[in-house]
């Protein structure tokens, strides 16, 4: 019997950060925006500290519309009692000399806007690449899509090649060795 394979076109959350994870979560659900859970994830927004550190730039980029965005930062405020970034109109001085990260891909010069899950490498949205990572769950298979570089997609991709390839043979190598036992039962009849 083989095995189910289930497609999963959002990002599931890592087992690493549950903790956190569920925090962040939890404060979606207040927010009415647990659908989002996901979507947040996959761009890298992974604790409540992290979305608590989003400006308006950051929420436009993963889709957030007006009333989410309100409602989003309605909730920030009562669990901090005190005004959001994307709120914030001015500078303050410790960030007005900062540059934004850059993408870390060749000679980019691009602002990164996500990162490699397995390298950790900042990527702009040019260079970021979506890399399939298969786990099994008892009988059934999920496919996690994560953000990554070029490189470690190229990696995923040829370690899955060899996998598949290691399983050909050793089926193969299950009938040839199922044949010739039952061949030799036949002819010994």
């Known amino acids: 019997m083989t095995n189910p394979s289930v497609s999963v076109n959002e990002v599931l959350p890592e087992v690493h950060g549950a903790a956190e994870e569920s925090e962040l979560l939890k404060l979606l659900q207040n927010a009415g925006l647990e659908e989002w859970y996901s979507k947040f994830l996959s761009f890298g927004y992974e604790t409540v500290e992290d979305v608590q ?36 109109t001015t500078a303050r001085p410790e960030n007005i000399h900062s540059q934004p990260p850059l993408c ?14 397995e390298c950790n490498k900042l990527l702009c949205l040019v260079h970021v690449s979506t890399i399939q990572k298969k786990e099994s769950v008892g009988n059934t298979t999920v496919i996690k899509d994560i953000p990554g570089c070029s490189a ?3 990696a995923c991709e040829d370690a899955d090649q060899r996998r598949s390839i290691i399983q050909c043979a050793v089926g193969v ?3 040839i060795i199922g044949g010739g036992i039952f061949g030799s039962m036949a002819s010994s009849m």
């Open 173 to 175: 190598g299950v009938l």
């Open 53 to 88: 550190g989003m400006d308006e730039r950051c929420m436009e980029e993963i889709g957030l519309r007006g009333g989410h965005r309100i409602r989003l930062e309605r909730v920030l405020q009562s669990q901090a009692g005190k005004p959001t970034q994307a709120h914030t």
């Open 104 to 117: 870390q891909q060749g000679n980019c010069k691009q602002i990164a806007g996500s990162k490699c899950r």
């Open 152 to 154: 470690c997609k190229k």
